[in-house]
Nanobody, 115 residues
């Protein structure tokens, strides 16, 4: 059974930084892509950033220039470095792994940014 385990969320003041980690129970290269999504209260889950097995990355417009997705192949871990955090970044952040036709999710980690 594939597991994605997130860590690194918490409470931070606006302008601060956090790094999220997502450890997969299988090799990163078993996925076509891995990424981070977030869901704020009352809103739909949205893509934040994705990294493909070839290393290509893509970011949602609101986080471009502030967030960086990366991976450690040896640890089967994907990271999301979040800088210059804003109150509107407050959400539950979910790790995602795509291995078509399957789609795997972590349990989520709360990020709260205070103003």
């Amino acid at each position: 059974q594939v597991q994605l385990v997130e860590s690194g969320g918490g409470l931070v003041q606006a302008g601060g930084s956090l790094r999220l980690s997502c450890a997969a129970s299988i090799s990163f290269f078993s996925f076509n892509a891995m990424g981070w999504y977030r869901q704020a209260p009352g809103k739909q889950r949205e893509l934040v950033a994705v990294i493909t097995s070839s290393g290509s990355t893509n970011y949602a417009d609101p986080v471009k220039g502030r967030f960086t997705i990366s991976r450690d192949n040896a640890k089967n871990t994907v990271y999301l470095q979040m800088n210059s955090l804003r109150p509107e970044d407050t959400a539950v952040y979910y790790c995602n792994g795509k291995s078509p036709p399957l789609n795997y999710w972590g349990q989520g980690t709360q990020v709260t940014v205070s103003s």
